[in-house]
């Protein structure tokens, strides 16, 4: 029987990645162009769902509904810019906005219960997500720069937990031993088939 690869590292590194890019333009370090869009649609969207779906394939349900939901975190996000831009739908307000972000930042704080029998690193990456929607979603209700700045610079630390955790998986794997540590608490992290 083949055995099937490990699906997390695609999902880690396209939430990772595409959440430090986003976060440099909240950090207001870069502008929101197609960069981040791009971005959002293929490795945050697509890749993660595609995880997703693997993960599925693996009986994995915690894999599967993470990966999958937040690459359709991003696919959506990305309609909220480009279907006003395209005339089909309003503009969304900052107080819309913030509200999509908190259910995010409730959805992934529920989804961090799941990581407390996993890793330290797992349990960051939910931990730190959680408090970056929640961080967001302030900043957009209030409409305060400096707040969505800090999201932003708390979002960089995020995202780069995830690509952490997805290239460790990666070369702990590939090299049959802890090349990068991810802090064992319990079982293995529920994002590993």
């Known amino acids: 029987m083949m055995k099937s ?7 880690l590194l396209g939430f990772g990645l ?3 890019l986003l976060n440099l333009h909240n950090a207001g370090l870069i502008s929101l162009t197609s960069v981040i869009l791009a971005m959002g649609i293929a490795y945050g969207g697509f890749a993660q769902v595609i995880a997703g779906i693997m993960e599925f394939t693996k009986g994995n349900t915690f894999g599967t509904v993470a990966f999958s939901s937040y690459g359709l975190f991003w696919l959506s996000f990305v309609l909220l810019i480009i279907l006003p831009a395209m005339g089909v739908a309003p503009a969304f307000s900052a107080p ?3 509200a999509y972000l908190a259910l995010w930042g409730i959805f ?3 989804m961090f219960l799941g990581t407390l029998n996993a890793n330290y690193t797992v349990m960051f990456v939910f931990a730190s997500l959680t408090v970056l ?12 720069g400096t707040v969505l700045n800090v999201g932003g610079y708390e979002g960089i630390i995020c995202g780069l937990s995830a690509v952490y ?3 460790a998986e990666i070369l702990n794997e590939t090299y049959g031993k802890t090349v ?6 319990g079982a293995p992290a529920p994002l590993k088939p």
């Open 18 to 20: 595409t959440t430090v």
């Open 108 to 110: 992934t704080g529920l």
């Open 165 to 167: 955790l997805g290239i």
């Open 180 to 185: 990068f540590p991810i802090g064992k608490v």
């Open 96 to 98: 819309d906005l913030a």
């Open 133 to 144: 929607f929640f961080i967001l979603a302030i900043g957009f209700y209030t409409g305060n």
């Open 5 to 11: 690869a490990n699906p997390a590292p695609l999902g």
